[in-house]
């Protein structure tokens, strides 16, 4: 669907935004692959490790690679990602000053719908994924928020890979990926604001819902 045209997670900026959401959970998959240096590590850094523990677990279930189990193995999955991930404070960043207009039912509606474009977005990658290593760089915290720094090892390339995340209690979540100095949560406001602007909330959602309908069709 196209309003004025701009179409959600259309052409170029699909495939960057895309890109993005495969390297931060590549990431997950790869940290425990071939860790480096674990520099001023703490409990964010210990938070994200418990999560690839658990990640690379599922993955090299030999009993869950069975094709009866795929459905149970993409399900696992995007449970412990989201234990991880804070989506309703990454959807509250991403959609911007429209977000305190929102009821509860709104906000639950589009959270449930971006948390399924980002699934969607690296679930079939993730599982197939076998890289070769991350390292740790350096931990940064500032009251309730953290940032883990860390380098995608690929061949000859390194690519900075950063999370933050943000203290809930006794655990820290993920509310934006920055790969290469571009984060991942700007990158969808900066899609969603062109569409408010051109058009109006309802649009948005309406263009999120058939994305959604689409991404869970067999």
Known sequence: MTTHGTTVLDGAMMRRIGRMVLIGLMGL??????????????????SMKSTIDEVLRIIRDKELKQAAKAEERR?????????????????RRALGAPWNQLSDKEKQEFVSLFQTLLTNSYAEKVESYSGEGVQYVNERTEKDYAEVRTKILSGKTEIPLDYRLLNHGADWRVYDVVVDGVSLVNNYRGQFTKILRASSYPDLVDQLRKKSDKLKSP
């Not at 399900?75 to 959807?91: P, T």
């Open 29 to 46: 998959c790869l940290s425990l692959g071939f860790t480096h240096s674990q520099a001023l590590a703490g409990p964010p850094t210990d």
């Open 75 to 91: 399900s696992l999955l995007e449970k412990v990602v989201a234990e991880r991930f804070d989506y309703q404070e990454m959807s």
